[in-house]
Each structure stands twice: as C-alpha cells, then as structure tokens.
C-alpha cells in the first residue's frame, strides 16, 4: 500500500492551496488519514489526525478531507502564511502498519 | 508541560546496540499507544513501531523487524526502543510520539524533538 503526494506545491500569500494523498489501492476511507507538517530543521508537528481533527493550537486554517471517489485525502491550506512553507506528510495505515506518503514541499511565494 | 523527551542517542559501529528512551510529561501516558518513527538524512518519514497502552500490543516494521523491540513502562511514563544488529541504513533521526487515542490508528498528535542515531560501518 503507497501513499502517492506531490513533490511540491506552491501559493502565494492569503491564498489557499490543497494537498492530495493518494492511495494505490483499496479505499482510503477505511482508515485514518493524517497529516503533519514539518518545517525546515525542526521536528514533525500534527495538523490533521483521524481525517480532519485539528490538535489544540492547530489554526482552522488547516483541513483535511477525503474523497472516496478518488481513493485520495487532501490537506487545504486556506490564508496561506510564509510560515506555512515546510514539507507536509500524508499517513495512514495498511492493516497493522503505518505507512507515510513521500512528503510535499509547500512553497509560500 | 506536555512533552515528550528522547534521548540515548549517539555514534554506534555496524551490528552494535543502543537503547533510546523517550519520557513523556503532562498527560496520562498510559490512556495512549506510543510510537516511534524515524527519518533518515534528506529523506522522509518512516514508521517504526507502536505499542499499546498497556504494553500488551506492540507491532514493528519489516524493515527492523527481529532487530527493534518497543517497550514501555507506564510507572516511569517512558517509551523504549532498543536497537540489535544496527546497521548502516539505521542512521537517522528518531522521534516518539504520542497516538491521538486509545488505538493505534487515529495517528501520531505529539512528537517529541527526535534523537539522532549514527551507525558507522
């Protein structure tokens, strides 16, 4: 099971930009989807877990959702900030294993 | 202050041994499962393993299966991994962090800063 993201994506400031998650197979839907931002040099932060659940402090700027139809999540950033640019992490899980996307390098122009 | 605090990290020779600790504060560490995740230079994310609250689950990756063992012991709010037979593929940065729930797959809300491990060949 592969989690498929863009290499990068880009916006402009106050703009909105989505993230897409793609699995290769079967149905996304059957198991949580996260996200987790991680901006140069630091550690991993969460913006989205269990599809679309915000952790405290976690702005509503940041949603998640999933689309059946497509088998894919997606991350949309809406106003976006220059400190919103940082590589963003699908993961979701195959069976009893976690499995990560390959990371999608935001860039706030 | 909810945190959690690895450390036991270092410089480590091919088929050597480290144990990494991680010490959780601010929450009640055994309502969560636990895992640890890795990241190797310049690249991305890579799940390691998780256990449950209890410590009564637990399961690993493929990739360091047989070598890695997750433990946990809920008293001391602390998180293990301790790594056998390490090799050159294992350097990276590891970080705990907490699972969102009582299950293991509403995913990771809290990480802690990660701790380096470097395994020289």
């Known amino acids: 099971f592969i989690l498929t993201q863009p290499h990068s994506v880009s916006g402009s400031p106050g703009k909105t930009v989505t993230i897409s998650c793609t699995g290769s197979?079967?149905?996304?839907?059957?198991?949580?989807v996260q996200w987790y931002q991680q901006r140069p040099g630091s550690a991993p932060t969460t913006v989205v877990f269990?599809?679309?659940?915000?952790p405290s402090g976690v702005p509503d700027r940041f949603s998640g959702s999933i689309d059946r139809a497509s088998n894919s999540a997606s991350l949309t950033i809406s106003g976006l900030k220059t400190e919103d640019e940082a590589d963003y992490y699908c993961q979701s899980a195959d069976g009893s294993t976690w499995v990560f996307g390959g990371g999608t390098k935001l860039t706030v122009l | 202050q909810v945190q959690l605090v690895e450390s036991g990290g270092g410089l480590v020779k091919s088929g050597g041994s480290l144990r990494l600790s991680c010490s959780a504060s601010g929450f009640t560490f055994r309502d969560h499962y636990m895992t640890w995740i890795r990241q190797a230079p310049g690249r991305g994310l890579e799940w390691i393993s998780y256990?449950?609250?209890?410590?009564?689950?637990?399961n690993v990756a493929d990739s360091v299966k047989g070598r890695f063992t997750v433990s946990r012991n809920n008293a001391k709010t602390s998180l293990y991994l301790q790594m056998n037979n390490l090799r050159a593929e294992d350097t990276a940065i590891y970080h705990c962090?907490?699972?969102?729930?009582?299950?293991?797959?509403?995913?990771?809300?809290?990480w802690g800063q990660g701790i380096m491990v470097t395994v020289s060949s």
């Open positions: 269990g599809d679309y659940q915000r």
């Open positions: 962090a907490r699972v969102a729930s009582g299950e293991a797959d509403v995913g990771a809300d809290l």
């Open positions: 256990i449950s609250g209890s410590g009564t689950f637990k």
């Open positions: 197979s079967g149905n996304i839907a059957t198991n949580y």
